[in-house]
T-cell receptor
Framework: GENVEQHPSTLSVQEGDSAVIKCTYS??????FPWYKQELGKRPQLIIDIRSNVGEKKDQRIAVTLNKTAKHFSLHITETQPEDSAVYFC????????????FGKGTHLIIQP | SAVISQKPSRDICQRGTSLTIQCQVDSQVTMMFWYRQQPGQSLTLIATANQGSEATYESGFVIDKFPISRPNLTFSTLTVSNMSPEDSSIYLCSVAQQGSTGELFFGEGSRLTVL
């Protein structure tokens, strides 16, 4: 089955700086890579995703890049704000969607004022 | 996105008892999944809830411990049987809407504490 590794486990950045979270996956058949944000006590919320037929996707301050050859993808947050503080999970989907998502272990992003 | 309602939102349970969590979606969905999130941990897939047939369980999860029902396209239940303190977790229902290609949305979760 799929295996997703996520780094770092904790990331602290100054407000206004950029944050980058990286993930690798093992199954070359995986074709969908979402990122979820989970605030304390809340459900995971989908913030951005990318499919294997594109290399980059951007939505305002958030971008995701995918390198299929190396089997890794990254989340980039620019101009970080206090409300960006949360746990971020990457995930990968294989099996045509029938198998559910495999999640990374999460990154606790802390935005320092 | 679909509105996903889970209940109970939280419960405190005694060791050895069982609890059933319900997940109701406001629209028909193709896939329904149950995840577990232990304190401070990531999300682990328990099983895929299949309409009208037995659920498909991931390695490490068995039907006797986590029986699942899905009688129709909008409703599913997960039972945590014979609970022990190690079952204290958040259990999350997630769904993929008809016509989507991968996007999963999550319910609010059910936080279980087993004493």
């Amino acid at each position: 089955g799929e295996n997703v590794e996520q780094h770092p486990s904790t990331l602290s950045v100054q407000e206004g700086d950029s944050a980058v979270i990286k993930c690798t996956y093992s199954d070359s058949a995986s074709n969908y890579f979402p990122w979820y944000k989970q605030e304390l006590g809340k459900r995971p919320q989908l913030i951005i995703d990318i499919r294997s037929n594109v290399g980059e996707k951007k939505d305002q301050r958030i971008a995701v890049t995918l390198n299929k050859t190396a089997k890794h993808f990254s989340l980039h947050i620019t101009e970080t704000q206090p409300e960006d503080s949360a746990v971020y999970f990457c995930a990968a989907l294989s099996g045509g969607g029938a198998d559910g998502l495999t999640f990374g272990k999460g990154t606790h992003l802390i935005i320092q004022p | 996105s679909a509105v996903i309602s889970q209940k109970p939102s939280r419960d405190i349970c005694q060791r050895g008892t069982s609890l059933t969590i319900q997940c109701q979606v406001d629209s028909q969905v193709t896939m329904m999944f149950w995840y577990r999130q232990q304190p401070g941990q990531s999300l682990t897939l328990i099983a895929t809830a299949n309409q009208g047939s037995e659920a498909t369980y991931e390695s490490g999860f068995v039907i006797d411990k986590f029986p699942i029902s899905r009688p129709n396209l909008t409703f599913s239940t997960l039972t945590v049987s014979n609970m022990s303190p190690e079952d204290s977790s958040i259990y999350l229902c997630s769904v993929a809407q008809q016509g989507s290609t991968g996007e999963l949305f999550f319910g609010e979760g059910s936080r279980l504490t087993v004493l």
